[in-house]
């Protein structure tokens, strides 16, 4: 009864994040990222080719903004690969009309084949290179990035740009990682404490780009979805007539320089924060040592004390503001572990377990309070 119980458990929660597999990004957000990357290099797409792993281009804003972009970037090559309708979680695709007319088309590849889309030269010669040169054919395979014939794609490009199904983030993450490629994709912020990701950020070999776990206008991040999405829930709404989902913590991750990652934060030292801070559990208060970490706790990343050299375990958000310059990061506290755990001991108890795994925990008048998953830093001594 309870291994059947596990087992739905774990469909519903594979069934969950698989229905956020088929969110699509908006033009603008794309548009919005990209322009930080360009304004700190102007070049950095020049002769370069470009792969859109799962993006169809009669859906994809990705395929759409670089094709559009193609002469303007100084592109070498764009390529856009789709998954096919009969292997994603949810099956509402019908082929467009760009497919169905076109000379290429072939009824059962459209279902159980992925499709490639290339651009690379003025096939119309009307003397601009755009997205009415893309060309493209079925792949032999459903377009799995993990196949073969995508990982060989992989290979040949230079930049890895999209928005990877989410239930798949990890392995996506890992499949660039391992062939050593530029990258700008999306994800949630969720993920930075994963054991997969974490260690990437320390080493500085991804780090937050310019949107990451922030509202615009007051308003997280959202995507278009199928017209016939199965959720409902206050974060969906319409306009236009299309479906649009509200992500909140979405963020972009990527391992290509943008400016704002260059600039150091203005911080108070610690007397001054302890004196004048606009956060109540600083201002006269000061920062709690941990319990089972030397480290102080600093609830707030604009409450960092710019002259204490010791370890400080700092908010998630922490990452948004990270500049390499000023600090370096250490380590992770876990957030998995049992929290409730804690509340069950007696502070006698708590003093003799072993067992407290790595969650933070602070001592607040005598008895221990566990504390959400920090990064733990420390402030680089060149500064
Ligand atoms: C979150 S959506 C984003 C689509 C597009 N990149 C965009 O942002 O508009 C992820 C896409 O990846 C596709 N997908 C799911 N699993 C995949 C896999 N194993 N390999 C390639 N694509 C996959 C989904 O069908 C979906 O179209």
Known sequence: MHKLNTMAQKDLTQAKAAKKDEFYTQYQDIQNEVNAYLEYDPDVFRGKTILLPCDDPEWSNFTKFFAQNFQNFGLKKLISTSFAAESKQIKTWQPTLFETENPNFDADKSRTNGKIFVLDRDTNANGVIDIDDLQWQYLEGDGDFRSD??????????????????????????????????????????????????????????????????????????????????????????????????????????????????????????????????????????????????????????????????????????????????????????????????????????????????????????????MYARILIRKKNNN
Request: aromatic residues 12%; charged residues 30%; glycine residues 6%.
């Open 149 to 370: 014939e995508v990982k060989r794609l992989r290979d040949e490009s230079d930049i890895i740009v999209t928005n990877p199904p989410f239930s798949l983030f990890r392995e996506f993450m890992a499949w660039i990682v391992e062939a050593q490629k530029k990258f700008l994709i999306i994800g949630s912020i969720n993920s930075v404490t994963y054991k997969e990701i974490f260690p990437l950020f320390k080493d500085n070999k991804i780090w937050a780009g310019t949107r990451f776990n922030k509202r615009v206008n007051g308003d997280n991040m959202t995507f278009m979805v199928p017209d016939s999405y199965p959720m409902t829930g206050t974060e969906l709404y319409e306009k236009d007539g299309k479906k649009y989902i509200s992500v909140a913590g979405t963020a972009w991750f990527t391992n290509i320089d943008h400016g704002r990652r260059h600039q150091p934060l203005q911080l108070m030292s610690m007397e001054d924060n302890i004196k004048f801070s606009k956060h109540k559990e600083v201002k006269g208060n000061g920062y709690p040592k941990y319990d089972n970490y030397d480290a102080i706790e600093v609830p707030f990343t604009d409450a960092i004390p710019s002259d204490y050299d010791g370890m400080m375990a700092v908010p998630i958000s922490f990452l948004d503001k990270y500049c390499p310059e000023q600090f370096e990061i250490l380590g992770v506290t876990q957030r998995n572990d049992d929290p409730y755990k804690l509340k069950k001991y007696s502070v006698e108890q708590y003093k003799n377990a072993n067992d407290l795994n790595a969650r933070g925990v602070i001592m607040v008048d005598g008895k221990p309070k566990s």
